[in-house]
């Protein structure tokens, strides 16, 4: 994808995004055998709802079509939530991931597994898991020294663990994801419409994704 034409998406989108009350946080054109896809990622502290995700990818693909920017060529549209392998680099997306498990590698100290208790301006209150029965050690992390920052998935927990994410269902979400590390998926393709489409709606909605099929000057119908 041309510089230009990242841009003009961008600026296709993100308004309808601001609107949903979403930031926009990658636009990605890529080859899906005939058609392109074109995968849009957005997110909001509150978490992303499906019926957003839905309404959002319907406006966006209306804009679309009245554009030229996506050109003759048949693509694909996904609107997704952010998936559990996608990079933590901006201090919002080590916010959102309060009460979560990371892996971080430090510029100085190497790798560190630890769960984010806080997050300022500057960095990382965390808990290193305590090993073999020993209790969890606190330990800080500036945003300066992190190179690389994801987080990581947990199969299980210790009875009685205080997470914040799991209040919200977020741990369902993270193993329910597709095979792209994005999260659930709601589509929307080619053919008569015949339902709203099947997804997973979490408490707090962040397992979200539309799907929507088009090109410049043809229509768009959805079904599940």
Known sequence: MSTTQSERLRALLEPLAGKAGLELEEIKVSAAGRRRQLLVVVDSDEGVRLDTVAALS????????ASDVM??????????SPGTDRPLTEPRHFRRNTGRLVRLQLKERGELIARIMGVDDAGLELEVPGIKGRKPKPARADFAEIVRA??????????????????D??????????ADG????????????????????EENGEDAAGRTAGRQGGESTEEA
Request: no cysteine; glycine share 16%; proline share 3%.
């Open 58 to 65: 319907r406006a966006a693909s209306e804009a679309l079509d």
């Open 71 to 80: 050109g003759d060529t048949e693509y694909v549209l996904e609107v997704t």
């Open 150 to 167: 994801r987080v990581e998935i947990e199969f299980s927990r210790t009875s009685g663990a205080d997470d914040p994410a799991d209040e």
């Open 169 to 178: 269902g977020d741990d369902a979400g993270d193993l329910a994801g597709g």
């Open 182 to 201: 994005t999260d659930g998926v709601n589509e929307f393709d080619d053919g008569p419409a015949d339902g709203d489409g099947a997804a997973e709606d």
